[in-house]
């Protein structure tokens, strides 16, 4: 397989670095916390966050040590990121049966109206495309598949693309937590947010936002 560096421009292929950190974040606080409820996971500006609810436990700063330390032991294994596709009901039913209650909504709405009124950050998760008002939509007017993505032992449901595998995956530092609502809606459960930096390298990383970052 052509190594996928050499299919993407630098720019596209830092997104879908940083994307592939954000599920290995993932898939790190699910190793540590096997309760965790996942919600999405973006990339944004110089990295990427991860929105979770632990039932079992509220993160403080001093957790970002343990899963960061999870997800270089994930990176340096050499993972691969697998593809598959599914239809909406064996998705529903995979998330479902793993109590991946939210990942479910996001499907059933896919299911029930062909789109989802979300917020931006979703549109990297779920869905085949999206309309320039921030709404979920099939191309044809109906969702038949959607695709995850097996990290070793973490599926995520997600459309794309990452990285061949883990060690292509550049310097990472988590950099603190924050709450969030679910979908960005006051009146929805309350989660944790997650932010991370990544960059092809540690000195790529100190030079775009300095040594304290």
């Known amino acids: 397989m052509m190594h996928l560096l050499l299919l993407m421009s630098s720019t596209d292929y830092l997104h879908a670095m940083r994307h592939s950190a954000a599920h290995v974040l993932a898939a790190a606080v699910q190793h540590l916390y096997p309760d965790v409820k996942l919600g999405v996971g973006p990339v944004i500006e110089n990295g990427f966050f991860y929105d979770v609810m632990i039932p079992s436990h509220t993160l403080v700063e001093e957790d970002l040590k343990a899963i960061q330390k999870e997800m270089q032991r994930i990176i340096n294994k050499a993972v691969d990121f697998r593809r598959e596709e599914m239809s909406l009901d064996e998705a529903m039913?995979?998330?479902?049966e793993r109590g991946q209650t939210f990942k479910v909504e996001l499907l059933k709405d896919l299911k029930e109206r062909g789109t989802t009124k979300i917020s931006a950050e979703e549109l990297q998760d779920v869905g085949p495309s999206a309309d320039s008002t921030g709404s979920l939509q099939a191309s044809s007017g109906q969702v038949e598949t959607i695709s995850i993505?097996?990290?070793?032992?973490?599926?995520?449901l997600c459309r794309g693309p990452h990285v061949a595998n883990s060690r292509e995956i550049g310097a990472v530092r988590l950099t603190k937590l924050a709450g969030a609502y679910w979908r960005g809606k006051a009146e929805n459960e309350q989660m944790q947010r997650i932010y991370g930096l990544a960059f092809e390298s540690e000195k790529a990383r100190s030079s775009k936002v300095g040594c304290r970052a």
């Open 93 to 96: 039913a995979f998330f479902g």
């Open 149 to 156: 993505y097996h990290t070793g032992d973490f599926v995520d």
